[in-house]
């Protein structure tokens, strides 16, 4: 096999998916799906009887936090962590993997799926929502690095973009971080792909919520202290410092017909085989 067989190798088997881009594993770390539309004020009179439906038909979803209000009800699934809302303007699912856990699997999407067409169909009927003005579906790649610098310039290797030297020669400078978004505009669906380095986070579990803390932020003593607890303690997570990030949205303005699970399946066909490709060459 040649170096070049090794630049990109994408994984797909019946229980998980993954990426492979020189040498590096992808985790992917959050999906969400959204859903606009228009003439949802029916929110106001059909808040409380929605969740009502949700939590009978669904009984694994609960409030979160407080008590629904007239911008927004919350709910989270004690099924897998899940985050739906629902307003007069939009709905969403948000699923989130925790901090220096696994990545999301093919399982994980495919109960996310099940659960946005469940919940969406029960606030398109007790809105009434005829009118729909975007369907989205992102996700979070990210590829764990040694350093800031190591992050952008592992971006910059893959070919996709360059950022000319006159930007900062012009400013008399250097440059100290960088990333690129663009949005592309396919044949039934536009893409918004951002390239970044990222600093991820250490977590600190108290007991009472996760608090996140930048890893730069942390001074040796610190660093050091949080490792020993990590060995002792399985409520304290840390993170591996950096991660370059590909983030795509794919997204249909104003779609004619919105089907949730078809639009996302094939939003990740679409934009993994794309990747491959453009990679390859």
Same mark, same amino acid.
């Given at each position: 096999?040649?170096?070049s067989?090794?630049a ?16 590096k ?7 969400v799906?959204?859903?606009?539309y228009r003439?949802?004020?029916t929110?106001?009179?059909a808040?409380?009887?929605t969740?009502?439906?949700?939590q009978?038909?669904?009984p694994e ?14 709910l ?6 899940c985050?739906?809302?629902?307003s007069a ?5 948000s ?18 799926i099940?659960q946005?067409?469940?919940?969406? @169909?029960?606030? =398109? /009927?007790?809105l009434?929502?005829?009118?729909f003005?975007? !369907?989205?579906?992102? #996700? ?5 690095c040694e350093s800031?610098?190591?992050s ?10 360059s950022?000319?030297?006159k930007?900062?020669t012009g400013?008399?400078g ?5 990333g690129v978004?663009i949005?592309?505009?396919?044949e039934?669906r ?19 919520g ?6 730069r932020?942390?001074h040796k003593?610190?660093?050091?202290f ?12 840390q993170?591996?410092g950096? @991660?370059a990030? =590909? /983030?795509?949205d ?6 004619? !017909?919105?089907?949730? #699970? ?20």
């Amino acid at each position: 096999m040649t170096n070049s067989d090794h630049a990109y190798r994408f994984i797909i088997d019946f229980k998980w998916w993954i990426m492979i881009i020189k040498g590096k594993k992808s985790i992917l770390q959050r999906i969400v799906f959204e859903l606009k539309y228009r003439y949802g004020f029916t929110y106001l009179d059909a808040c409380g009887r929605t969740v009502n439906k949700i939590q009978k038909e669904y009984p694994e979803w609960i409030l979160r936090g407080n008590e629904p209000n007239p911008q927004n009800a919350p709910l989270i699934s004690m099924k897998n962590s899940c985050i739906f809302n629902f307003s007069a303007l939009k709905l969403d699912l948000s699923l989130e993997r925790p901090i220096g856990e696994r990545s999301l699997l093919q399982e994980d999407l495919d109960e996310f799926i099940d659960q946005f067409e469940s919940l969406s @169909a029960i606030v =398109i /009927d007790q809105l009434g929502l005829e009118i729909f003005t975007r !369907i989205g579906f992102r #996700a979070w790649h990210i590829f764990p690095c040694e350093s800031e610098q190591d992050s952008e310039q592992w971006l910059l290797n893959l070919g996709l973009y360059s950022i000319s030297e006159k930007v900062h020669t012009g400013f008399g400078g250097q440059i100290e971080s960088a990333g690129v978004s663009i949005i592309i505009l396919g044949e039934d669906r536009k893409f918004r792909i951002a390239f970044n380095g990222v600093e991820r986070q250490a977590q600190i579990d108290f007991g009472q919520g996760l608090l996140n803390i930048p890893s730069r932020s942390l001074h040796k003593g610190q660093k050091e202290f949080l490792k020993k607890q990590l060995a002792i303690r399985g409520r304290m997570r840390q993170n591996p410092g950096f @991660a370059a990030m =590909i /983030d795509i949205d794919c997204f249909i303005d104003d779609p004619e !017909i919105v089907n949730p #699970a078809q639009f996302v399946r094939t939003s990740i066909d679409q934009y993994t085989n794309t990747l491959e490709s453009i990679i390859k060459m």
